[in-house]
């Protein structure tokens, strides 16, 4: 009778190893060293990621900013002139997760950029190299308002237009 339970053993043992091996993932991934671009990440599954903005509006006026994807809103915030404000998500299994955000500013219009796309953020072969701390300026250049900065010293910033259309 005691050994019609070691089918169960073994497949709960082999359960636990994967979640053991699944939360190592995680954990790996929400490390506090956030070099401008960590090895693994954009590879990993579940990868985290720390969305900063940062109010550098030319005129100084105080930030508004509602970004959401399709599961998590964080609705309006407002950032003071030269503040910022941050947000922690993981990349979802599909890969697919966008955050979109919309931006308005006393006499700075209004205006949406998506502040995270795996495209451009986490994908190892593109064009940016893969934040894990994803800093972003607004508002300093009327031309490229939207700039992808890295803290170290001796990176130039990647600035963006608006990404106003539907
Ligand atoms: C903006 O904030 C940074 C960091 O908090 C500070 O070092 C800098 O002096 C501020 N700039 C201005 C112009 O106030
Ligand atoms: C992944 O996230 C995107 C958007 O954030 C969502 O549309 C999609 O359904 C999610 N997929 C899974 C498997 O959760």
């Known amino acids: 009778m005691a050994f019609t339970n070691k089918p169960h053993f073994i497949l709960m043992f082999m359960i636990s190893f994967i979640l053991i091996l699944f939360v190592s993932a995680l954990d790996l991934s929400n490390a506090p060293a956030e070099a401008p ?6 590879l990993l599954p579940l990868a985290g990621k720390h969305v900063v903005i940062h109010n550098k509006v030319k005129n100084r006026q105080i930030l508004n900013v509602h970004c959401r994807s399709s599961e998590d ?3 309006m915030v407002h950032i003071p002139w030269n503040g910022t404000w941050d947000f922690r998500f993981h990349v979802n299994f599909s890969k697919t997760t966008k955050f979109r955000c919309h931006f308005t500013w006393y006499r700075g219009g209004s205006h949406y950029f998506y502040i995270f796309k ?3 953020d986490d994908s190892p072969f593109g064009h940016f ?3 894990k701390e994803c800093i972003w300026e607004v508002g300093k250049d009327d031309e490229n308002p939207i700039c992808r900065i890295v803290r170290e010293k001796g990176y ?3 600035c963006f237009k608006w990404e106003d259309g539907p």
């Open 118 to 120: 795996v495209s451009r």
């Open 73 to 75: 809103d964080f609705g």
């Open 156 to 158: 130039l910033p990647w």
């Open 129 to 131: 190299p893969v934040c």
């Open 37 to 42: 671009t960590s090895d693994g990440d954009g």
